[in-house]
């Protein structure tokens, strides 16, 4: 073997649908990864020079994708054209972030930090502790489960220790 040689591992984190296809994001890198809606990889994604992103929202009222990577400056992309659209600056830091439709507005937190919901002019319209489960690394709106809606939380609360978290935000 190779003595001293370095291997990077790229690992895949935040996810999205625009229900088309499912995109991730890279968690130590920049760019996405591009899959069929049955699960086949298509191949990696390129938008324009946004660079690391650690989770992603879909706007499905007007097709952009959004994500952030920890910091209050939210990218807006066109994945159809691979173009970075502009950036919304959020109240909050954005590691997790999911699009909610009922408000036109997104749901976000860093970590631990309250989990806020906030339109595209930046305006707090909702906020609330993360409560029992911390360490938020991402988010995704459900609107059809009965009982609804929900916020899914992916939390890190240890090493070792990963949980799906449902949060009624109805």
């Not at 909610?100 to 707090?124: H, M, Q, R």
């Not at 029992?132 to 890190?156: I, K, M, R, V």
Request: hydrophobic letters at 40%; proline letters at 4%; aromatic letters at 18%.
């Amino acid at each position: 073997g190779e003595i001293g040689k370095l291997v990077t591992m790229m690992v895949e984190a935040g996810a999205e649908s625009d229900g088309y296809y499912l995109f991730t994001t890279m968690w130590n890198g920049k760019g996405f990864q591009q899959y069929f809606i049955d699960g086949t990889y298509a191949g990696p994604l390129t938008v324009g020079t946004v660079g690391e992103i650690f989770d992603l929202a879909f706007n499905d009222y007007n097709g952009h994708m959004y994500g952030a990577s920890g910091g209050t400056n939210v990218t807006i992309m066109d994945f159809k054209l691979g173009l970075k659209i502009g950036n919304l600056t959020a109240p909050v830091e954005v590691r997790a972030i999911a699009y909610d439709p009922d408000f036109n507005a997104f749901w976000a937190n860093n970590w631990s930090d309250a989990i806020t919901l906030f339109d595209e002019n930046g305006t707090t319209l909702n906020s609330f502790p993360c409560g029992l489960y911390q360490n938020y690394y991402g988010f995704a709106h459900d609107q059809w489960n009965e009982g609804g809606p929900y916020l899914w939380g992916y939390s890190q609360d240890a090493p070792g220790q990963n949980f799906l978290v449902q949060i009624h935000i109805g």
